[in-house]
């Protein structure tokens, strides 16, 4: 990464820290009364990814604190002082070796609420994931243009403000911000108000659909999304097929934009916005050091004396959060459907699914855990738990997760959209295991070639295809497998980190950014 | 249409005819023990387009005999004599003026009901308007490929080598047959192995999503539906929207297919498969003629008297099938909205819905009907009859339908989505009224211009669009109107075919066919 560092070098002033924007940051803080803070870090995928972006490059973190421990944090970090010096220790601690600011904005409840429980994630999030029955939903009414404008641009102003520091205005050096994903699709304006000189990019972590997808939003909505990404100095996507639907819908929705499909940038009110694709990845050296670690022998060796108990069955492993996007529902029937099949496989195979719940307050994700408990318990029926087909076990735990992958025979990545998905790149560091993986995750793009390609809703297709990874040469799987290292080894977070900031800094010098489309491998792989 | 009957001239031999094919026939049959042939004309969009298409153009249309009335008909039809004769004197009395014959396979009920019972409606025609709620459906299961071997390839076969009758193989004029729609996928496949000579046209009456929308259908299946389609040499679709998305779904699922998107066509095994958009319409003066007779009168007498009772409110009008994909429930929430934002206009105001009851033995229809039902139960309340907020009536009777489209202020057409939806053309050819149209709907690529847009999800902008409706003089109610016939008139069924026609010939003298891109309206309107 010495090159990152020249690149940074004239990127950044004397000093000077690169700003990253998100909704939620690295930490969540904790303080009972009268006791020490407590830092935990969040489990999403962007953090996962981002968490480690301190050890490449002086940042200043800025999101929003939506709580009262991250809301009393913020106003001790601002105040300085012992305070603040106890919890940079905190924060030190739990991101060790990096040079990193926080920055938490307050955000209040209410405003929150509208901005991320209506807008961002009810709306955005399951519209970009396709997840809609559209006979029914999404009603667009009042209540939800309210929360609009009274929470989803109020928190993309607060925290493009706070981007921009106490002295935004007025600062020589050019700022430099990389906003992450939905939550701030509108940032980027608030920023350029300010500053029509700093030099802006977003990168999303989550799918950007069709032009068709995006017709449930009303127009004007849809318009202010995608004129306010065009605010944007460069637009990062995870995946070539995500830019080019990005270009089609700035064609399709911003009247006045003019869109060079082959150049891959949009000219719009004097400006060119460059739409690029950096797939994200993760540290292996950070993982594989934590793989080695005490955390993860400790579950290996449980998950090995239940292996023992049950007469050592193979594993197919999942690794995901309980949501309709990642699909464990048909998973599940896909694994039925083969017992059904192959009766003699049920003594020598088993579903491991390392599953954390997730947001079951909200309707649709508790509709969809009981589907998912329901298929499992016909599954698993009457027998022992070492002789039930489906191990369910509590995904909170990383290290169990890590342990399940390093002990999988196959690993099932079967989402029905996904942005990128790390699991797939972690399940291929840590251990040799076959790789079934969606055709619609982002990650295919790079791993179509060597993991056992699915189609999400094709059950019947995901039972054949683990039917064949069972029964792959243990010489094939490990060819594949170091291919698929290899790749993902080559492309890792700092890579990912390098090429935006190679097109960041050929920007800042007026030069078209270098990073040229990576594959499209939807196009002629499926 | 002199040069509709010159081009005919030139394609067809003497005494040859079009060929049509399409799942059901524009007549059901019925005969009671002893008694008469009774013939009903179908109620679905593409009988409504092509019923009259003998009037233009000499043709044999085939199609499935799937009940026990229909395979008699074919039986009779086929065996000559007094019975066909009979038989014939029914067809000519339902569809009077045209040179027709008609040519209704037998099909077993068990491999009708694989074919159009379980893959081409649940899954193909949902697919295709995206209807899914993914998380949850569709399946793809054994039991789904089971039906579509043993159905929909069955029937394609056997509707595909009926298109060439008897003799197919024998005769010396080129076959020239014309598919119609998503049950015939693989038709044209099967004409070109015994005639790789013939002349084969397929035009698909629903939308064609994008890429990702076709990504629910397994890799085999989405290869052989978009390889089936390029056995055809020209591609129809109802917008130049389906057929770009067309283009860039053979580009993504056949590795061999080679797409000139600016020339709109594929090469692929030595052949060029042309794609064009022929937006369908109706017969105006046929309609203009029906809406002048006595029952339309009738019909509009029953309602005029009905509005006189209830003080002569205004009406906005819908008609339609209540099934999810027109979208009636948000029609209704935003009427409902409407008149909470205005209880001035609910005495003056009614929303007419003449809706037909449509496959409620398939649960998801069932399912929806009753979220409508209680939608409308909630707006009427209490009220007395006439002073409901919403009508419903029955919308099986013609009559009734256009007798409504001609009293109505403004017409609602919202889909979710829809191929083309001819209730916004039969609108403006009877009556003046607003028309309320979703950019969704293919009709939009033609009536953006003069009708007011919506969103089909976004209930709120539906609403105020409603008031917007309302409140529009009658003089820009009335030039609106007066373009969009005008427009109507010019793109009529003749106009529709005449194209194709034209098309036709130029491929079959090796001449690139000459229509071109129209529109495309959906970008840079919306």
Chains 1, 2 share one sequence.
Not at 184 to 202: F, N, S, W
Not at 284 to 311: C, I, K, N, S, W
Not at 317 to 335: I, Q, T
Request: charged fraction near 25%.
């Amino acid at each position: 990464m010495g090159d990152l560092a020249t690149q940074l070098d004239r990127l950044l002033a004397p000093g000077q820290r690169v700003v990253v924007v998100s909704n939620r940051g690295p930490l969540s803080f904790h303080r009972a009364r009268g006791k020490r803070w407590r830092a935990d870090r969040g489990s999403g995928g962007l953090v996962t990814a981002l968490a480690d972006l301190g050890r490449l490059v002086p940042i200043r973190w800025v999101s929003t604190a939506s709580d009262a421990g991250d809301r009393a944090a913020g106003v001790a970090l601002r105040a300085g002082r012992a305070g603040a010096v106890a919890l940079n220790a905190v924060i030190s601690a739990e991101l060790p070796g990096q040079d990193l600011e926080l920055d938490l904005v307050d955000v209040p409840e209410e405003i929150y609420q509208a901005h991320y429980g209506v807008v961002s994630n009810p709306f955005l999030w399951f519209l970009q994931h396709q997840l809609f029955a559209l006979p029914y939903e999404p009603n667009v009414d009042e209540s939800l243009l309210t929360d609009w404008r009274e929470g989803y641009r109020v928190v993309n102003r607060l925290l493009g403000e706070a981007a921009l520091g106490a002295h935004g205005a007025k600062t020589a050096a050019r700022p430099v911000v990389l906003l992450q994903d939905y939550h701030l699709y509108l940032a980027a304006g608030v920023i350029r108000e300010t500053r029509p000189d700093a030099l802006i990019q977003h990168f999303n972590h989550i799918p950007w659909p069709a032009v068709e997808a995006l017709q449930v939003i009303p127009r004007d909505l849809r318009r202010e999304i995608v004129g306010g990404l065009l605010e944007n100095d460069i637009l990062g996507f995870q995946t070539d097929h995500y830019a080019t639907n990005f270009l089609l819908a700035a064609e399709a929705f911003v009247p006045d934009a003019r869109v060079d499909p082959d150049g891959r940038n949009v000219r719009w009110h004097d400006r060119t916005i460059w739409v690029r694709s950096y797939p994200i990845s993760l540290d292996p050296d950070a993982l594989r050091a934590f793989a080695a670690g005490p955390a993860v022998a400790e579950a290996m060796t449980h998950l090995t004396e239940r292996l023992e108990r049950a007469g050592k069955p193979r594993l197919i492993v999942r690794v995901d959060r309980l949501e309709p996007s990642k699909n464990a529902l048909r998973g599940f029937l896909a694994f039925e459907s083969l017992l059904e099949r192959r009766p003699d496989l049920r003594p020598t195979v088993r579903f491991l699914a390392i599953q954390s719940t997730s947001r079951e307050n909200i309707p649709e994700y508790a509709r969809y855990a009981v589907a998912v408990r329901e298929v499992v318990a016909r599954v698993n029926g009457m027998a022992d738990p070492e002789e039930q087909p489906i191990w369910l076990l509590d995904g909170s735990d990383r290290a169990l997760a890590i342990a399940a992958l390093r002990l999988a025979h196959t690993v099932l990545v079967n989402p029905i959209v996904d942005g990128m998905n790390l699991v797939a790149k972690e399940a291929v560091l840590v251990a040799q295991p076959v790789l079934i993986l969606s055709e619609t995750a982002g990650a295919a793009e790079q791993l179509a070639g060597d993991s056992l390609a699915v189609t999400a809703a094709d059950v019947a297709g995901t039972s054949r295809t683990m039917e064949r990874a069972l029964a792959m040469s243990d010489e094939e799987r490990i060819r594949r497998a170091r291919r698929l290292r290899a790749s993902v080894r080559d492309e890792d977070l700092s890579w990912w980190l390098g090429r935006q900031v190679r097109d960041l800094a050929a920007v800042a010098a007026g030069r078209r950014p270098p990073s040229r489309q990576l594959r499209d491998a939807m196009r002629r792989s499926s």
